[in-house]
T-cell receptor, first 114, second 113 residues
Framework: QQQVKQSPQSLIVQKGGISIINCAYE??????FPWYQQFPGKGPALLIA?????SEKKEGRFTISFNKSAKQFSLHIMDSQPGDSATYFC?????????????FGKGTKLSVIP | DTAVSQTPKYLVTQMGNDKSIKCEQN?????MYWYKQDSKKFLKIMFS???????INETVPNRFSPKSPDKAHLNLHINSLELGDSAVYFC????????????FGSGTRLTVV
């Protein structure tokens, strides 16, 4: 199973600041890169996803930046709010027919302080 | 109306016991999964079923046995529970290839004492 390396392990950001979480992958066949958000006591929920044919995808305050040559992608949370405090997971997979497995990073615990 | 529901939410049991966790999805998805989340929050896939057929079976002790009676259900039975089995177990589902994302259940926290 190919690894997806995620950093930092934990992150503290002041309200209104920018939160940045980074991931790197090894398998060049990966072509689907989602981010999941998990609140305590809940299951992970799909937040935003990107494919390598674009370098950036934005949804509201959440942006994925993708660097195919470096095999890296990152999540930016603009104007971070206390309600964004959660654990964030990056993941990667090959999205072709017969592909069913997401490989997750180890997660980043984000705390947004007022 | 919960999309992926797991029961029970909490399970405390003694070493050596046998227990089951049930999962049901009402999304019409054809693929279901079991993931284990350890104390460090790491998510690791255990099993995946597509149209009731086992397609992923990671290195998991034989004490763990999944069963899919139909496309909407995937249950996990664990025999001879050990302390190291303590974790949160998540069921998830997707439609076809995973490019449309997983939908996770809210998890079952298993504590073996």
């Amino acid at each position: 199973q190919q690894q997806v390396k995620q950093s930092p392990q934990s992150l503290i950001v002041q309200k209104g600041g920018i939160s940045i979480i980074n991931c790197a992958y090894e398998n060049t066949a990966f072509d689907y890169f989602p981010w999941y958000q998990q609140f305590p006591g809940k299951g992970p929920a799909l937040l935003i996803a990107i494919r390598p044919d674009v370098s950036e995808k934005k949804e509201g305050r959440f942006t994925i930046s993708f660097n195919k040559s470096a095999k890296q992608f990152s999540l930016h949370i603009m104007d971070s709010q206390p309600g964004d405090s959660a654990t964030y997971f990056c993941a990667a997979s090959y999205s072709g027919a017969g592909s069913y497995q997401l490989t997750f990073g180890k997660g980043t615990k984000l705390s947004v302080i007022p | 109306d919960t999309a992926v529901s797991q029961t029970p939410k909490y399970l405390v049991t003694q070493m050596g016991n046998d227990k089951s966790i049930k999962c049901e999805q009402n999304l019409g998805h054809d693929t279901m999964y079991w993931y284990k989340q350890d104390s460090k929050k790491f998510l690791k896939i255990m099993f995946s079923y597509n149209n009731k057929e086992l397609i992923i079976n990671e290195t998991v002790p034989n004490r763990f046995s999944p069963k899919s009676p139909d496309k909407a259900h995937l249950n996990l039975h664990i025999n001879s529970l050990e302390l190291g089995d303590s974790a949160v177990y998540f069921c998830a589902s997707s439609q076809g290839a995973i490019s449309y994302g997983y939908t996770f259940g809210s998890g079952t926290r298993l504590t073996v004492v």
